[in-house]
């Protein structure tokens, strides 16, 4: 059964500091994705990871894969205000069944 | 581009009794996806669709669940009959294909259940 872990579970940060979550799997996969959620709202698509060592940049928000380690982070550089919301890892069943397995979420407080 | 659409937004039904979703996939996207998100948790996939086909419903409960996407476009999720722990946001999602290819979700489902 594919697991997914994320951690922290919980975390509350000041505006213009860095932090990093981090994203551990349990089976073989080449494929990670990052998606946020604010509060009441559907799932939105951040990064598609496609490949070991790949790295993918969007504003304040770096995300990179490891498959050999089975491990993928989210770095947030200088944390804002708007990038409060929770952020999910998934990973898919590879093969036909790319369904996803999503971790419990980390959410992310940014105090102004 | 138009968004995956799901109807109704809410819903607010009492145990035992039967509810239906529906779900109109993005155009051209042969791929569909059914999740549950239980509060404060990660999305669970329920069932996958590839054109009218399942791929995937291992984490269906069929005793209650059942889903189907005729024609391989719009699909529907019903339940019946509803227990308590099925209070949940039903997602739906559809991708262009089934390798390497993004998933986009819906706004969701918001079904009570009292």
């Known amino acids: 059964e594919l697991k997914v872990e994320q951690n922290p579970l919980f975390l509350s940060m000041q505006e213009g500091k860095n932090y990093t979550i981090y994203c551990n799997y349990s089976?073989?996969?080449?494929?990670l994705y990052w998606y946020r959620q604010d509060p009441g709202k559907s799932l939105e698509s951040l990064f598609v990871?496609?490949?070991?060592?790949a790295v993918k940049q969007e504003g304040r928000l770096m995300a990179s894969l490891d498959t050999k380690a089975r491990l993928s982070t989210l770095h947030i550089t200088a944390a804002v205000h708007d990038l409060s919301a929770t952020y999910f890892c998934a990973v898919d069943g590879g093969g036909g069944a790319d369904g996803l397995t999503f971790g419990k979420g980390t959410h992310l407080i940014i105090q102004p | 581009e138009a968004g995956v659409a799901q109807s109704p937004r809410y819903k607010i039904i009492e145990k035992r009794q039967s509810v239906a979703f529906w779900c109109n996939p993005i155009s051209g996207h042969a791929t569909l996806y059914w999740y549950q998100q239980i509060l404060g948790q990660g999305p669970k996939l329920l069932i996958q669709?590839?054109?009218?086909?399942?791929?995937?419903d291992s984490q269906l409960p069929k005793d209650r669940f059942s889903a189907e996407r005729l024609k391989g476009v719009d699909s529907t999720l019903k339940i019946q009959p509803a227990k308590l722990e099925d209070s949940a946001v039903y997602l739906c999602?559809?991708?262009?294909?089934?390798?390497?290819?993004?998933?986009?979700f819906g706004q969701g489902t918001r079904l009570t259940v009292v």
């Open positions: 089976t073989t996969s080449d494929r």
């Open positions: 990871l496609l490949s070991n060592g």
């Open positions: 999602a559809s991708s262009f294909g089934v390798m390497n290819t993004e998933a986009f």
């Open positions: 669709f590839q054109n009218n086909g399942v791929v995937d």
